[in-house]
């Protein structure tokens, strides 16, 4: 059986009677309908401070046990606040189901686990998140699942590592720090013919600039810690489920795809791999998130118009290398990035120096932009990747994974870009 709280989200999703225009991401976010009426008419969501709730008789709590009526039991497995962050990110991204985790690398190893089984196998690159890629070569090869690292880029490649055990593809839509975008389309159209699901960690452009499902992802990925919390407030993760793929040919999924059809994924994952795992978003998280998403759209246009504005005045100083972001047309991916997420793609970039020591110098002779990891925070920061996230592989897995000695990485803030730019060009000097 299948009824909850997904399928509670998407009928109050058409409560709200003003007719909005189709693409009001802001007014989706702003007034997304609670799914009960607040007692006391909060215009805020209330923090549902609880582990457990009450039930009036034995029989009503014996059918919220079975999932026959939508109500709470118990926090790890639902909650009121954390349901309406869900609910608010249905909303605008139009997914079947939005689960909340309590990180980004909960949100990846939830929906890994929810496809993997020992035999079944997992196509991705060498360019990923420093923890994504332990996750994938140590901790999931500890089941005996197996990680087929390949060039993503490279189509032939990806279809020719696709055999019947491969439960996923899994990318991250703009590498980092590499800044690698693959062609969304045509990898899309390889895992939809080979029955495979797309999973995609979106992480570096949010919803409010890139739409997944029109891309064919099957599953989107975010650590919400990033632009979501709404500078750097707490820790948090996505899985956002499209419902649109047929779990028939999945591995794990296909007997229970029989039953359930394209909610099989979200099935698994609600009514088994997320409440054993435990890693469920708390209410004080969900509360401050929810206020993050109010103002999503706002902090990205202007953290990435001022990126835009940095990498290319960067460029012009003396002793800068090169830049690398996705928006300088100088840059190999500019046209696809362009095509999928718009002229200003994520506010990282990342550009090298002469040496390691010319990259420390410079990050010590920083005054404004902090030296700290993270990423979206309202705070510009400024990271050397290779010898702190990347800092635990060795130097030749760290080459494979085009992690430069020579690079520093930049998470581009609120502040005033003419500072910004002050502070980079004094610490170059
Ligand atoms: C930060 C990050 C993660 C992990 O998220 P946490 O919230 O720190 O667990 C995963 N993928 C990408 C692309 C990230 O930037």
């Known amino acids: 059986m299948f009824s909850y709280s997904e399928t509670r989200n998407a009928k109050h999703e058409t409560q709200n009677t003003f007719p909005m225009s189709e693409n009001n991401f802001n007014n989706k976010f702003l007034h997304t309908p609670y799914s009960k009426p607040d007692a006391y008419g909060a215009l805020s969501m209330p923090i549902y401070q609880n ?44 997914a079947f189901g939005v689960t909340a985790l309590n990180s980004g690398m909960a949100a990846i190893s939830n929906a890994i686990i929810t496809l993997a089984k020992t035999g079944s196998n997992i196509i991705t690159s060498k360019h990923l998140f420093g923890n994504t890629y332990s996750f994938f070569s140590s901790t999931m090869a500890a089941f005996g699942v197996e990680t087929r690292f390949c060039d993503l880029t490279n189509i032939d490649e990806v279809e ?27 990898l899309s159209a390889i895992t939809k013919a080979a029955g495979v699901p797309l999973v995609a ?34 820790l948090g993760g996505l899985i956002i489920d499209y419902g649109n793929f047929n779990w028939i040919s999945s591995p794990k999924l296909h007997v ?30 969900a509360a401050l998130q929810s206020i993050g998403l109010e103002t999503l759209s706002l902090r990205y246009e202007r953290a990435t118009s001022s990126c835009l504005n940095l990498v290319k005045r960067l460029e012009t100083l003396t002793g800068v290398e090169s830049v690398n972001y996705n928006g300088l047309e100088s840059n190999h991916f500019y046209e696809l990035s362009l ?4 002229k200003n793609p994520g506010a990282m970039f990342t550009f090298n120096l002469a040496s390691r020591e010319a990259c420390f110098s410079f990050l010590n002779k920083l005054k404004l932009i902090k030296r700290a990891t993270n990423l979206f925070d309202n705070k510009t920061l400024a990271i050397h990747p290779a010898s702190t996230i990347f800092g635990p592989f060795t130097p030749e897995l760290r080459q494979e994974m085009r992690v430069s000695d020579k690079t520093i990485r930049v998470s581009v803030g609120m502040e005033d870009v003419e500072d910004l730019f002050k502070d980079i060009e004094q610490a170059v000097k």
């Open 51 to 94: 582990a457990a709730y009450e039930f009036a008789t034995a029989e009503e709590m014996e059918a919220a046990f079975i999932g026959k009526i939508p109500e709470h039991t118990y926090s790890r497995i639902t909650n009121p606040t954390v349901q309406h962050f869900e609910s608010k990110i249905q909303t605008i991204t139009g």
């Open 339 to 342: 095509s999928q997420f718009g």
């Open 160 to 186: 020719s590592h696709i055999d019947a055990n491969t439960c996923a593809v899994f990318l991250e839509i703009i590498t980092n720090p590499q800044m690698e975008v693959v062609d969304l389309k045509a």
């Open 201 to 234: 960690d979106t992480t570096i452009v949010p919803f409010c600039a890139f739409k997944a499902k029109q891309w064919g992802i099957n599953i989107e990925i975010v650590s919400s810690t990033k632009y979501i919390s709404g500078g750097a407030t707490s």
């Open 256 to 285: 229970l795809s029989k039953e359930f059809g394209p909610a099989a994924f979200t099935v698994k994952l609600r009514k088994e791999i997320h409440r054993n795992l435990g890693a469920y978003m708390t209410p004080q998280v």
